[in-house]
T-cell receptor, first 112, second 111 residues
Framework: DAGVIQSPRHEVTEMGQEVTLRCKPI?????LFWYRQTMMRGLELLIY????????DSGMPEDRFSAKMPNASFSTLKIQPSEPRDSAVYFC??????????FGPGTRLTVL | RKEVEQDPGPFNVPEGATVAFNCTYS??????FFWYRQDCRKEPKLLMS???SGNEDGRFTAQLNRASQYISLLIRDSKLSDSATYLC????????????FGKGTRLSVIA
């Protein structure tokens, strides 16, 4: 069975550029979470969706970050403009009715 | 006070040793508890859920003390393949599904 799919796996970009991260959840999972992980801060929840609806975006650092889930099989996290401090690993995770979350392989973002 | 606190380690132990990790959480309303494992440069993966009565899965034993808001993970007969970071995870107590992750405890099992 396919797990959570994320793309790209690695992204290197220059400060000021737009970055779009993509996530395909596990089929049938109705909750989707975007996390950011750094050595200093650990794993931080940015935003999550239930049934494609954004529920809590209080973890989104600032207006440069936005996320969408236009349908049950796709979500995007966009950073515009990107800054060096955005460099991190971004994970997408999904879950069904239980609390168990299944993580994608992550996108390693480097902003120069 | 941090929501989920763990000793970051690293714990360096020889093969075959028994090692225990502890975790405390601040939200008394939390109802769900987990241990996740994260290998270097990989995603976190569920290791086991933690139940009030305590639970065991092979060499791994998890325990919960609600009164002290304390969770533990015991690994017996440690293997080289157990080397990883172990994340303590609790729900946010609001009835929604978001989980709160500790920063993890790093374990290195040495031959």
């Amino acid at each position: 069975d396919a797990g959570v799919i994320q793309s790209p796996r690695h992204e290197v970009t220059e400060m000021g550029q737009e970055v779009t991260l993509r996530c395909k959840p596990i089929s049938g999972h109705n909750s989707l979470f975007w996390y950011r992980q750094t050595m200093m801060r650990g794993l931080e929840l940015l935003i999550y969706f239930n049934n494609n609806v954004p529920i809590d975006d209080s973890g989104m650092p600032e207006d440069r970050f936005s996320a969408k889930m236009p349908n049950a099989s796709f979500s995007t996290l966009k950073i515009q403009p990107s800054e060096p401090r955005d460099s991190a690993v971004y994970f997408c995770a999904t879950s069904a009715a239980t609390d168990t979350q299944y993580f994608g392989p992550g996108t390693r973002l480097t902003v120069l | 006070r941090k929501e989920v606190e763990q000793d970051p380690g690293p714990f360096n132990v020889p093969e075959g040793a028994t090692v225990a990790f502890n975790c405390t959480y601040s939200n008394s309303a939390s109802q769900s508890f987990f241990w996740y494992r994260q290998d270097c440069r990989k995603e976190p993966k569920l290791l086991m859920s933690v139940y009030s009565s305590g639970n065991e899965d092979g060499r791994f034993t998890a325990q919960l003390n609600r009164a002290s808001q304390y969770i533990s993970l015991l690994i017996r007969d440690s293997k080289l393949s157990d080397s990883a970071t172990y994340l303590c995870v609790v729900d946010n107590g609001s009835g929604n599904t978001p989980l709160v992750f500790g920063k993890g405890t790093r374990l290195s099992v040495i031959a």
